[in-house]
Every structure is written in structure tokens, then in C-alpha cells.
């Protein structure tokens, strides 16, 4: 008995040497992978005033497709002497909000007044669906505070709480910002009927993979106690 004892138990600490450094490594991926992803200013491509680049999706929630349409149509309007971009993060740095994210790229894209004169910045962040936008001192004749507000949490964010519709929502601000840096009336924000929304129960991906590893790691913990003790109450009795 007392040889069987002494066997289950080294079989028990074996087991927990090798499954606690298993569990170690997930917890520390886990905790690597956050600001591994996370997007600074300094990871976002150089660009100036008078350059062609006027949609950076970083988080990739355009299609190829809606993206030209995009682009095509901000192209027309840096005609008039107005210039859009329209970018895209996954996440962003820690303590970093959409709208100081905003700021310090607009400052680093246009660092002089009159560079910044004709511009204007739209930002979503796809983690937490947050939206900043920043206009020049010349933009804002036409693209007024109030108007500015209004794209930012009615065009844009209308569609993404219907569903995460990034294309929608790009599509939508683009064409009001088209429109009202043209000198075009504003055609105001997106229309909602009243619907009964129903909020979703299913998990992401990545919290279902994350939810998985960590059961799993705390079944094999329990039964490498488990297991011993029950083996041992067994042959007690």
C-alpha cells in the first residue's frame, strides 16, 4: 500500500511540474499579446499635405471594393483644395483614447498651421468602436464644430451599432464630408427607424479561444489533485 502511495504521489507531482509551466506560458502570452497588437503614432505610415493616401485601414474592416470608392471620391474633392484621410486602428496604445490618438497624428501628418489649414482626420478604432475627427482652421468654414460632432456620433456610429458595419459607416462619412467640404449643403446624419434591438450573447473568437485555454489549464490542475486523492480513498476503503 504504502509503495502504491508513494507512486500515485510522485505521479501527481509530475504531472504539476508539467502542467503549471503550460499554464505559466498562456498566462504570459496572453498578457504579451495586448500591447504587441496595439498601434501608436509611430507605427502609422509618413504622410503630408498634397499626398494621395487618403484611406489607412491598419484594422483591415474595408473591403478592397469600398476602400477605391472611398479613396476615388476623396481623390475628386482634394480638387477643391480640401483634403480627407479616413483611418482605421485595431487597438490603440495604452491610455491612448481615440481622440488624443487623433490629435498627436494630425499634428505629426500636418506639424504647421497653414499644412493643417485644409485638413481633416477621421479615426475609428475598431477595439472599442470609439471615433475622433480633427479639421483645420480653413476646413472648419465649411466642416463646422457641430457638424464635425454630428458625423462623428451619428454617421459614423449609427452603422456600428447596428452590427459593426465599418463599410457602411466609412461610406456614410465620406460621402456627408464630400459633400459639405464641397460647399454642398449637408445631407445630416443617417436616418433610424425604431427597431427592438436585441443584444447579442455569442463571444469573439479570441475570448472563446482565450476562455477555452484557461478551462482547459484549470481541468488539468484539478486532476492532477483529483485524481490521487481518489485513487488513494479508494484503496483505503
Do not use: H
Not at 21 to 37: E, G, K, R, S, W
Not at 69 to 82: D, F, M, R, V, W
Not at 171 to 186: E, I, K, T
Request: proline share 5%; charged share 20%; with cysteine.
Amino acid at each position: 500500500m504504502n509503495r502504491l502511495l508513494n507512486q500515485v504521489f510522485s505521479c501527481t507531482k509530475y504531472i504539476q511540474r508539467l502542467i503549471l509551466p503550460v499554464a505559466l506560458m498562456i498566462l504570459i502570452a496572453q498578457l504579451v499579446t495586448f500591447p504587441a497588437n496595439a498601434t501608436g503614432v509611430y507605427q502609422m505610415p509618413k504622410l503630408s499635405a498634397g499626398d494621395r493616401t487618403w484611406v489607412i485601414d491598419q484594422a483591415e474592416v474595408l473591403s478592397r471594393i469600398n476602400e477605391n470608392k472611398i479613396s476615388s471620391e476623396l481623390e475628386k474633392l482634394a480638387q477643391t483644395g480640401n483634403e480627407v484621410r479616413l483611418v482605421t486602428t485595431r487597438r490603440l496604445d495604452y491610455g491612448e483614447t481615440a481622440d488624443s490618438f487623433a490629435n498627436k497624428l494630425f499634428e505629426k501628418w500636418f506639424p504647421t498651421p497653414e499644412a493643417q489649414a485644409n485638413q481633416t482626420l477621421l479615426l475609428i478604432d475598431t477595439l472599442s468602436n470609439s471615433t475622433a475627427i480633427r479639421t483645420g482652421d480653413k476646413a472648419k468654414s465649411l466642416l463646422t464644430d457641430e457638424i464635425a460632432k454630428s458625423v462623428v456620433a451619428e454617421t459614423v456610429l449609427v452603422p456600428l451599432r447596428f452590427g459593426d458595419k465599418y463599410n457602411q459607416a466609412f461610406m456614410d462619412a465620406s460621402n456627408r464630408l464630400v459633400a459639405v467640404l464641397s460647399g454642398n449643403p449637408d445631407p445630416g446624419p443617417p436616418q433610424v427607424a425604431e427597431t427592438v434591438s436585441v443584444k447579442g450573447t455569442f463571444k469573439k473568437a479570441e475570448e472563446t479561444d482565450t476562455g477555452n485555454a484557461t478551462i482547459w489549464v484549470i481541468g488539468l490542475l484539478l486532476a492532477a489533485t483529483i485524481i490521487p486523492m481518489a485513487t488513494y480513498y479508494l484503496y483505503v476503503r
